[in-house]
């Protein structure tokens, strides 16, 4: 291979790497926001059912089903907020929601014993099942949400040191707004493949295979910059 090609060989490996930083991550902070916003949101839930619960503005039973159902669907819309990676890492640690019948048996268990039947509960103590219910579904994994956390700051942490070796290539070149628009479009490339091949991987490997998911997301954005690095 002649000289040039390969310099021009490796520059493009260069670019498809610092593009790869970015897409990581985009797709750390996108799924970070994603938890932090599913724990928001379950949160007010649980406390506006359990208001109106207290204030017998419904029953305990009705804020039990409700915050169940509300707490299944806000997981739905979050997962669909979130990248390739995020939604079949959570479908691999729950393929979905439990009925509000799985919860009450239990909440049961874990407060009278086995034994204990919730038809056999006076209504006071069915009462204290469906409000631990309603508590329990504005709480989320505290492990998973301090892991997201961390991994967020890890993500805006690779976002900066992506801009900064952008910044770096486009102040050490001589035409800088060419410079400029190429990093910018390689690094979108990157990122746009990094989705798409995430996407892909989870229709070929089906859900919660998180592994092949992420492999896919690393090599379609490696390809999607390399290639766009490439063209240029």
Not at 48 to 77: F, G, H
Not at 102 to 114: M, N, P, S, T, W
Not at 136 to 161: D, E, F, K
Not at 171 to 187: L, M
């Amino acid at each position: 291979m002649p000289q040039a090609d390969e310099q021009k060989l490796f520059h493009d490996i260069i670019r498809a790497f610092e593009a790869e930083i970015a897409n990581a991550g985009v797709h750390l902070h996108i799924d970070a926001e994603a938890r932090a916003a599913y724990t928001r949101e379950i949160r007010k839930m649980s406390q506006e059912l359990a208001r109106q619960a207290e204030s017998n503005v419904i029953t305990w039973s009705d804020a039990a089903k409700k915050a169940q159902d509300a707490r299944n669907v806000v997981m739905d819309i979050i997962r669909h907020r979130s990248t390739p990676v995020g939604l079949s890492l959570a479908q691999r640690m729950k393929s979905e929601g439990r009925t509000l019948n799985e919860l009450i048996a239990r909440k049961v268990e874990q407060i009278h014993g086995r034994s204990a039947r919730f038809d056999q509960l006076s209504t006071l103590e069915r009462n204290t099942i469906y409000a631990e219910i309603v508590a329990s579904s504005g709480r989320s994994n505290p492990r998973v949400t301090a892991a997201m956390q961390r991994l967020g700051q890890a993500g805006r942490g690779l976002i900066v040191l992506s801009v900064a070796l952008s910044v770096y290539n486009v102040s050490i070149a001589e035409d800088k707004t060419q410079t400029a628009v190429r990093e910018a479009t390689i690094t979108g490339a990157g990122i746009g493949g990094g989705f798409a091949g995430g996407a892909i991987a989870g229709l070929a490997c089906g859900p919660g295979a998180p592994i092949c998911v992420t492999a896919g997301a690393f090599i379609g954005g490696a390809l999607a910059a390399f290639g766009m690095s490439w063209l240029w």
